[in-house]
């Protein structure tokens, strides 16, 4: 079989397929226009469609384009292998291999393999790397950034979420940033004028609390952290150095806490952090904590703070494994190379408010 005749043969029936459904919504086209119905529209790329020059004029049911299609509105399904431009607004759902961009007003659903960009409005946008958008109600999921004005719903994003006011809940997997959220922002960061609810690491809010600590551990192990957060839920971050080891002794710490209970200058902590000490060689030891922590202020702004914790550690070095000698339970692996074993400690420190 000749190769170039079959190659032939396959793109003239392709042509043929397309040239009749230009045909079919054309007529289509032409009867709605006589009834004043919206319209159907079937093209390559603006203006080689079925609505042709006067597609940016047009409100359409439905549009199908193998590349790009413009409209002034859209009432339906809007399908494009790269891009649907609408120039107002568009109501039902819009799919485009790259972008949707929405003038106005987007009621309904809006899928596109890169970004989507509108005005505001009602339903969902989900995009493979970012949505942007004015004010409204309903969900942004985006592989990359959502950016937003006055939302009411929920954001999602790999990387960050942005709004100007938020009235639903941020979850991104890096930062959050908003002006002001009536709800909750769930991220490593999350940084807002005023806040309700802030689950991270780092949670910053003029209505939230902020804390410098200097902390030390049963192992000798100082660290200077940061706790931030509001009236119950905040994250802890810290660095410092052990003073029991000569090799790994450079020390990390993150997790969250909760203030159980507050009666007056009384505050019990509860925290539940995972730590490690590193001397940047290959060699692990990783420790998660339980801790409960009794806090007391003695000044406005001057807390100290103390009490036990429940420890898991996992460590594949010496110096790690002679820092504990008492285990509520212990074993090793990897021909005693590795050691994994619950025991009791304590942390104390003294934290400035701010």
């Given at each position: 079989m000749n190769f170039n005749l079959y190659q032939d043969s396959i793109l003239l029936t392709i042509?043929?397929?397309?040239?009749?459904?230009?045909?079919?919504?054309t007529s289509t086209n032409i009867y709605a226009q006589n009834k004043e119905r919206p319209r159907t529209n079937v093209g390559l790329v603006y203006p080689l469609s079925s609505n042709w020059t006067s597609a940016p004029r047009d409100t359409n049911n439905f549009s199908l384009n193998l590349i790009a299609g413009v409209s002034a509105a859209e009432r339906g399904v809007s399908l494009a292998g790269f891009a649907n431009i609408v120039h107002n607004d568009a109501s039902g759902v819009q799919v485009a291999g790259f972008s949707n961009h929405i003038g106005k007003i987007?009621?309904?659903?809006?899928?596109?393999?890169?970004?989507?960009?509108?005005?505001?409005g009602k339903g969902v946008a989900v995009a493979g790397f970012s949505n942007i958008s004015g004010n409204g109600s309903g969900a942004q999921i985006a592989g990359f950034l959502n950016k937003g004005g006055d939302i009411s719903s929920v954001q999602v994003a790999g990387f960050m979420n942005m709004a100007r006011e938020m009235k639903g809940t941020q979850i991104a997997g890096f930062m959050n940033l908003?002006?002001?959220v009536k709800g909750a922002q769930i991220s490593f960061i999350n940084i807002a004028d005023s806040a309700g609810t802030q689950i991270g690491i780092i949670n910053l809010a003029k209505n939230g609390e902020k804390g410098l600590a200097a902390t030390i551990d049963e192992h000798q192990t100082t660290l200077l952290t940061l706790r931030s957060g509001g009236k119950v839920l905040y994250g802890i971050i810290g660095i410092g150095y052990n003073f029991s080891n000569k090799k790994e002794k450079y020390a990390w710490e993150a997790g969250i806490g909760a203030h159980v209970l507050t009666i007056q200058s009384f505050r019990l902590n509860t925290e539940l952090v995972s730590s490690g000490l590193e001397s940047f060689k290959g060699e692990d030891y990783t420790k998660s904590s339980f801790r409960l922590m009794p806090a007391f202020k003695i000044t406005r702004s001057v807390e100290l703070f103390g009490g036990p914790s429940f420890n898991f550690v996992n460590t594949n070095n010496p110096e790690g494994q002679k820092l504990t000698e008492h285990y509520v339970s212990s074993w090793r692996r990897n021909n005693g190379r590795d050691l994994y074993g619950?025991?009791?400690?304590y942390t104390a420190g003294i934290q400035v408010l701010f």
């Open positions: 042509l043929k397929i397309w040239t009749f459904f230009l045909i079919v919504f987007a009621n309904g659903a809006m899928f596109a393999g890169f970004i989507n960009t509108y005005g505001g908003a002006k002001k619950f025991y009791f400690g």
